[in-house]
């Protein structure tokens, strides 16, 4: 048991007080979200959320976070505050610096990713951190990618450096950051929207401790955490005592596949999470930092156990992660990293499986978009402008005890889609159909959310450089407790033929790729679903009549 559980309620915090403080505190994240989501130049941050807001305490404990949030970035932020004042001490931090880095050890997992931390005072003194994390739309070398062997081709690394000092630009670090991307407007626009977001962030902290008359956060952080905290052991000590196994197989790189398993034990109020077996790192893009490991294996907990509280540092306490030293989630530098999503993402599917033993209505079934399917455009359109480009889309998330899976929906991460009007007006691709895939759920007492095609043209007169990330060719989603597996993932050209489903390529003008994003996962035994639910899939063409009657039996 942890000493949190012992310690009295502050008094100077009620339940109500104290809730209107956490929700003021979580607006102030809010706030500083809309300001770097309404300024970033990129479609990545703008339409597909791919970033987060975090409010920290003195001590770089997470007390709030945007709404929204991407939860690895969430759960990385602290870590890599405290990284940052380990290299410039706080004695350093002056009001108006921006510390960045993108280094994936220190930050969240891969170089796209630019990490940012801002100090806050109030009345001189030093109350809190506000963070940021927000995926760039290019970091130079090899550009968003799975094929490379290490760390250095993937592009420019960042160790932590103050990008603003004083409240005033560093030039040299912007100079080099302009010196290697492909689309420096972009990348500078949204870096820039970074740097406002922290600005938001606090003030807006600061108009927080003026209104209460709170001189910092100490005793209402402590107290904030111990309720995240207490409410998370109370969840874990309902569940039974003992260890729990399960494991998967992935397709991983050309013929060497990976495979991860996974143990859960649980003590008390304690849950530890240990991958050992877990196939060793791999000269490919897919490793899996520990940072990012911990943040999707702790957050899928988060959501089975203890749902509806707001998350902070007191949440993740309980939890325990281990992985061996070496292994695909948890690579040793200069181990490739950029496409880590396609190992991180699959961590809810083994420990769910876990759950599943003794909480079966806590959990869901493998999501189509676990690993997300990520393509990335670059080049030069007609007007002789470079542009980079990810499309953002998802499979369909896995049913559970209670309901058929969302269609195109993801989970554990929550990258938005964004319009395909937005991708179209600022790249020379045309994307002819977007369309959910009838029979592509798992079938089950609950049907798994369907999956999408999506058919893009390249409109350029030039080629077009192309970077495909993805998995789930060989291992479809699996169903849970009796519920069928969800569709493969397809990615092949007009002609048929297939580009390296982790690779990069050329598409020439007018050549067109067409994408398969899995359907998810079915729950339960197929014999268990509703007849009226059949007849609905098949009135609203999720279910052919030909599945209907081979996979459910249907007689209508």
């Given at each position: 048991m942890n000493a949190t559980e012992d310690a009295a309620p502050n008094p100077r915090f009620d339940p109500v007080t104290l809730e209107i403080l956490w929700s003021r505190l979580i607006s102030i994240a809010d706030e500083s979200a809309a300001a770097l989501l309404r300024t970033a130049f990129s479609t990545v941050v703008r339409e597909s959320n791919d970033f987060t807001t975090v409010l920290l305490d003195a001590e770089c404990n997470c007390l709030a976070e945007n709404t929204g949030g991407i939860p690895s970035?969430?759960?990385m932020v602290p870590s890599a505050v405290k990284a940052m004042l380990e290299r410039i001490p706080v004695e350093r931090w002056r009001p108006g610096d921006c510390i960045i880095t993108n280094d994936p050890w220190i930050g969240s997992g891969?170089?796209?990713?630019?990490?940012?931390?801002?100090?806050?005072?109030?009345?001189?003194?030093?109350?809190?951190?506000?963070?940021?994390?927000?995926?760039?739309?290019?970091?130079?070398?090899?550009?968003?990618?799975?094929?490379?062997?290490?760390l250095y081709e993937e592009g420019l690394r960042l160790m932590p450096v103050r990008f603003i000092e004083d409240?005033?630009?560093?030039?040299?670090?912007?100079?080099?950051?302009?010196?290697?991307?492909?689309v420096p407007d972009q990348v500078m626009g949204d870096i820039y929207a970074q740097v406002a977001a922290q600005g938001i962030c606090r003030k807006g902290l600061q108009q927080?401790?003026?209104?209460?008359?709170?001189s910092d956060l100490t005793e209402l952080s402590a107290e904030l955490r111990g309720r995240a905290e207490t409410a998370m052991r109370t969840a874990i000590e309902?569940?039974?005592?003992?260890?729990?196994?399960?494991?998967?197989?992935?397709?991983?790189?050309?013929?060497?596949?990976?495979?991860?398993?996974?143990?859960?034990?649980?003590?008390?109020?304690?849950l530890e999470l240990d991958f050992a077996g877990t196939s060793g790192q791999v000269a490919c893009g897919i490793n899996s930092v520990m940072k990012y490991t911990r943040a999707f294996a702790t957050y899928p907990i988060k959501c089975a156990l203890d749902p509806d509280s707001p998350r902070n540092e007191g949440s993740f306490q309980p939890v325990t992660v281990k992985a061996p030293?070496?292994?695909?989630?948890?690579?040793?530098?200069?181990?490739?990293?950029?496409?880590?999503?396609?190992?991180?993402?699959?961590?809810?599917?083994?420990?769910?499986?876990?759950?599943?033993?003794i909480a079966p209505d806590r959990v869901v079934a493998e999501s189509g978009s676990t690993p997300t399917l990520r393509s990335v455009y670059g080049g030069v359109d007609r007007q002789g402008h470079r542009f980079n480009q990810v499309l953002f889309a998802s499979g369909g998330m896995g049913a559970s005890h209670r309901m058929d899976g969302y269609a195109c929906t993801a989970f554990p991460s929550n990258t938005g889609v964004g319009s395909v009007e937005a991708l179209e007006s600022v790249?020379?691709?045309?994307?002819?159909?977007?369309?959910?895939?009838?029979?592509?759920?798992?079938?089950?007492?609950?049907?798994?959310g369907l999956g999408q095609d999506v058919e893009i043209e390249v409109r350029s007169d030039q080629p077009v450089r192309l970077s495909l990330m993805s998995d789930r060719h060989k291992y479809p989603p699996r169903g849970i407790l009796g519920g069928g597996d969800g569709s493969h993932t397809?990615?092949?050209?007009?002609?048929?033929?297939?580009?390296?489903?982790?690779?990069?390529?050329?598409?020439?003008?007018?050549?067109?790729?067409?994408?398969?994003?899995?359907?998810?996962?079915?729950?339960?035994?197929?014999?268990?679903?509703?007849?009226?639910?059949?007849?609905?899939?098949?009135?609203?063409?999720?279910?052919?009549?030909?599945?209907?009657?081979?996979?459910?039996?249907?007689?209508?």
């Open positions: 970035f969430v759960g891969h170089l796209p990713d630019v990490t940012m931390a801002s100090p806050i005072f109030h009345r001189g003194t030093l109350v809190g951190f506000s963070g940021s994390i927000a995926h760039l739309p290019d970091i130079g070398g090899s550009g968003w990618a799975c094929d490379t062997r290490e409240g005033q630009e560093v030039e040299v670090v912007a100079d080099i950051i302009r010196a290697n991307v492909r927080f401790l003026d209104d209460t008359g709170l309902a569940l039974p005592d003992g260890s729990w196994s399960a494991s998967m197989d992935a397709d991983g790189i050309d013929e060497f596949e990976t495979h991860i398993e996974c143990r859960m034990t649980i003590s008390g109020s304690d030293e070496g292994s695909i989630v948890n690579p040793t530098y200069p181990a490739p990293v950029g496409a880590r999503q396609l190992t991180g993402h699959l961590l809810y599917g083994v420990i769910y499986r876990c759950l599943a033993q790249s020379p691709l045309l994307v002819w159909r977007k369309e959910l895939t009838p029979d592509s759920g798992g079938a089950g007492k609950f049907r798994g397809r990615i092949e050209f007009r002609d048929g033929t297939r580009p390296h489903q982790k690779g990069r390529t050329v598409m020439q003008p007018g050549e067109l790729l067409r994408l398969h994003f899995p359907g998810g996962g079915g729950f339960g035994d197929p014999a268990d679903r509703d007849p009226a639910a059949i007849e609905d899939d098949i009135a609203k063409g999720y279910v052919s009549a030909e599945a209907a009657r081979s996979v459910y039996g249907h007689k209508g």
